[in-house]
């Protein structure tokens, strides 16, 4: 009989791993021997096949020059486009409902400026008060430009306990002045899952449109976005897509409402057939690539031509059962090793309310994250008191989240912490 603690042991792990039907994924990325990456879903690992699709980019561009645009094996012109196509499964969407395109602020600058039209009745956002807080400043901001303050117009639901929101609450602040919400669907801090398809259906219920900022979730959870009717999404490719520091983001926009015309409009907003017509009466296209703006960043969207390949191989169904196999087991982990140093576990246990992510807050996170750096673990600081750790399906192993672990546990049983300063850096 294997004892009880038999379920925490380096033993397990390697198990875990033995039998993991994705392990074959790891060695498709850059990852450093010895050292143990839980941050992935703030700056994902390069993979082989993302440095692939962007070295034949830079070829095309040496090979072709100009003629880039319309030749070599991924037209510059049509990259948007096809990129929308490659990410559509991963949020549940048709293709034409997706463009990669511009960063998730800017996306939502976009999206506010195409869907929100304040009526007198009708002209409040609703948003929550945990949320990034770029999506709060591109919020104001939006209403500054329609003439409308900010302190009134700006509905923020608030958390009960400072780290989830209740989606009941969320409800009940959707009132008949809210004319658009924008949501997470994953808390960036406690990895808070929302019920997307639930918040969408009552806020339709309303006359309310709704849109949610997947950058939490996106190539971590799959999404059922055209089914559950959702109005936009927005996200980035760097975190959970892995397509590199300042990659280009996404939008997805439901086929109810392509022909829309966007916002903020550009070239690139332009049908393809008559963008190059030169007009200055833009006709839009009547797919998601209206809301594009500018010539894309090409050198940009590259990677994410090779990263997606791996989703597509893998399976987004797959990726999610490992990510939550991997938290419930760093979880159990955590509960054993470290009890009794303070830590509290503030993510969701629930697997359906869960992310990808685990948090952990403690006092004294700040340096505690530095000695884990030190000791080649990379974790997430978040100001003022949290840990987060995010196992990535593609690359982390099981006997890696073993090993953060006991690393862990050394740091706080050694008090080893205590050595460095309980501060930020710049970037945290
Ligand atoms: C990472 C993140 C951002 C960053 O926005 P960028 O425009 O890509 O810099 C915004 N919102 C949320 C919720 C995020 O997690």
């Known amino acids: 009989m294997k004892s009880e603690n038999y379920r925490l042991s380096e033993e397990y792990a390697k198990e875990l791993d033995s039998s993991d039907p994705l392990k074959k994924f790891k060695q498709e990325f850059y990852v ?5 990456y839980m941050d992935g879903n703030s700056l994902g690992l390069l993979s082989k096949r993302a440095e692939t699709s962007l070295m034949k980019a830079m070829d095309t561009w040496r090979d072709y020059g100009i003629d880039g645009w319309t030749q070599g094996e991924h037209p510059w012109f049509y990259l948007s486009e096809s990129l929308g196509e490659k990410s559509a499964p991963l949020i549940g969407a048709k293709k034409e409902e997706v463009i990669v395109t511009g960063s998730i602020t800017t996306n939502i600058h976009q999206m506010v400026s195409t869907f929100f039209k304040p009526s007198k009745s009708r002209n409040k956002i609703l948003a929550d008060e945990l949320t990034f807080p770029s999506d709060i400043y591109a919020l104001k901001s939006q209403l500054t430009l329609k003439g409308l303050s900010p302190e009134e117009h700006l509905i923020q639901v608030q958390s009960r306990d400072g780290l989830t929101i209740d989606e009941q609450d969320i409800i009940g602040a959707m009132t008949d002045d809210i004319s658009l919400i924008l949501l997470p669907s994953v808390m960036y801090r406690s990895g808070q899952l929302l019920d997307m398809k639930l918040l969408t259906k009552e806020a339709h219920k309303r006359g309310i449109f709704i849109g949610f900022d997947l950058a939490h979730s996106i190539g971590a959870i799959p999404h059922s976005l055209h089914e559950w009717n959702v109005d936009f999404a927005v996200w980035c490719n760097y975190k959970y897509l892995n397509s590199g520091p300042g990659g280009v983001g996404g939008l997805y926009v439901h086929e109810s ?9 550009g070239w690139f907003s332009s049908k393809k057939d008559k963008q190059f017509d030169m007009e200055h009466t833009l006709d839009h296209s009547h797919d998601a690539g209206a809301f594009q703006i500018g010539t894309p960043h090409v050198l940009s969207c590259a990677p994410l031509l090779g990263s997606l390949e791996l ?51 403690h006092k004294e996170a700040a340096r505690i994250c530095k ?11 978040r100001a003022p008191n949290m840990i987060r750790l995010a196992p990535i399906a593609f690359y982390s192993s099981y006997q890696d989240i073993w090993r953060t672990v006991q690393i862990l546990k050394e740091i ?4 080893v912490y205590l050595k460095y300063e309980n501060k930020r850096d710049v970037v945290a």
């Open 257 to 265: 409402h392509l022909g829309k015309a966007p916002g903020l409009a």
């Open 311 to 361: 989703f597509e191989e893998a399976g987004i169904e797959n990726l999610r059962q490992k990510s939550l196999k991997q938290t419930r087991f760093m979880m159990e982990l955590i509960k054993y090793e470290l009890n009794g140093h303070d830590f509290e576990m503030v993510n969701p246990s629930n697997d359906s309310k869960r992310g990808g992510h685990i948090c952990l807050q």
């Open 412 to 415: 706080m049983e050694q008090e």
């Open 371 to 381: 000695a884990l750096k030190d000791r080649h673990v990379i974790p997430d600081f």
């Open 32 to 36: 450093k021997s010895g050292q143990y």
